[in-house]
């Protein structure tokens, strides 16, 4: 569950608020995540999970949304390891169909932002990695810095992050390596 949550909020650009509730007990269907927020398509037909091309998932409202229109993200399958559709569409089989938030881990308890940030650094954690350094922001800021860096225009950035600033800078990171290396670049 938490990898399928964590590629829906890295490949979605979300803020963790989009995918997590607030509380345990703060479910509220007409805001919130849920099951039927998700829909499939493919060109083949959806006879099975394997055949799902894309996902549509219905962001009911967020933080610059405050009249609640919504909006829908779309994922495609990438065909490698790291595939937001395979993940959501593994979880979903494993899930079930029953009502309630999207997220959901194996005692039905829904999936938080605190629970989401101290399973993320637990993970982290356990591979050697600061985890002082990751948050619930981390997949918004995650996906605009691997955007930027694969070379994917500013305004499909900007589109896809729901920027209407140019504020999506602000999420950029640069690596101290790459800062270092601007020195050897000047000199030639």
Not at 2 to 18: D, K, N, S
Not at 82 to 101: D, E, I, S, W
Not at 121 to 142: E, M, N, P, Q, V
Request: hydrophobic share 40%.
């Amino acid at each position: 569950m938490l990898w399928a949550a964590a590629c829906l909020g890295f490949f979605g650009f979300l803020r963790c608020a989009e995918f997590t509730i607030p509380s345990d007990t703060s479910y509220n269907s007409s805001q919130h995540l849920s099951i039927a927020d998700i829909s499939a398509s493919s060109t083949k037909g959806i006879s099975s999970a394997s055949n799902v091309s894309t996902l549509a998932v219905k962001i009911k409202q967020s933080k610059t949304d405050p009249f609640g229109k919504g909006v829908t993200v779309y994922l495609q399958k990438t065909g490698k390891p790291l595939c937001p559709v395979t993940a959501l569409m593994k979880y979903l089989q494993f899930r079930g169909p029953h009502n309630g938030p999207l997220f959901l881990f194996q005692n039905k308890k829904p999936l938080t932002r605190v629970s989401l940030v101290l399973n993320l650094r637990k993970a982290l954690r356990a591979t050697g990695k600061d985890d002082s350094l990751y948050a619930g922001h981390s997949f918004r800021i995650g996906a605009a810095t691997t955007a930027l860096k694969a070379g994917i225009s500013d305004s499909k950035i900007k589109m896809r992050g729901r920027w209407e600033s140019s504020a999506y800078q602000l999420y950029i990171r640069t690596l101290r390596e790459e800062l270092v290396s601007v020195s050897s670049a000047l000199a030639t």
